[in-house]
Nanobody, 123 residues
Framework: QVQLVESGGGSVQAGGSLKLSCSASKHTYSTYCMGWFRQDPGKEREGVAA????????YYADSVKGRFTISRDNAENTVYLQMNSLKPEDSAMYHC????????????????WGQGTQVTVSS
């Protein structure tokens, strides 16, 4: 059974930083794309960042460009999301996802999802 496990969420004040991690089973990690999505209750799930596992190409939502950085450690089967200059509107459940064919921020590109880690940013 493929698995993605997120960690690193928490509560911070506005302007602070958090680093999320997504550990993937080896089978999951033989994928083309890994991404981070977030969802607040009552809102649609939003693509935040994605990375092409083979070539390292990255994709970011406009709302996080310049503040968030996605990276991968292929040896550790792990993807990270460094979040700086956090804002209250960044508060959400953050989910890691894996896809096999395409890469980008479209949810349809991903077929494996983690349970999520909560990020709360206070003003």
């Amino acid at each position: 059974q493929v698995q993605l496990v997120e960690s690193g969420g928490g509560s911070v004040q506005a302007g602070g930083s958090l680093k999320l991690s997504c550990s993937a089973s080896k089978h999951t990690y033989s994928t083309y794309c890994m991404g981070w999505f977030r969802q607040d209750p009552g809102k649609e799930r939003e693509g935040v960042a994605a990375v092409n596992i083979l070539y390292g190409t990255t994709y970011y939502a406009d709302s996080v460009k310049g503040r968030f950085t996605i990276s991968r450690d292929n040896a550790e089967n792990t993807v990270y999301l460094q979040m700086n200059s956090l804002k209250p509107e960044d508060s959400a459940m953050y989910h890691c996802a894996a896809g096999r064919v395409h890469c980008g921020l479209a949810q349809d590109f991903f077929n494996t999802w983690g349970q999520g880690t909560q990020v709360t940013v206070s003003s």
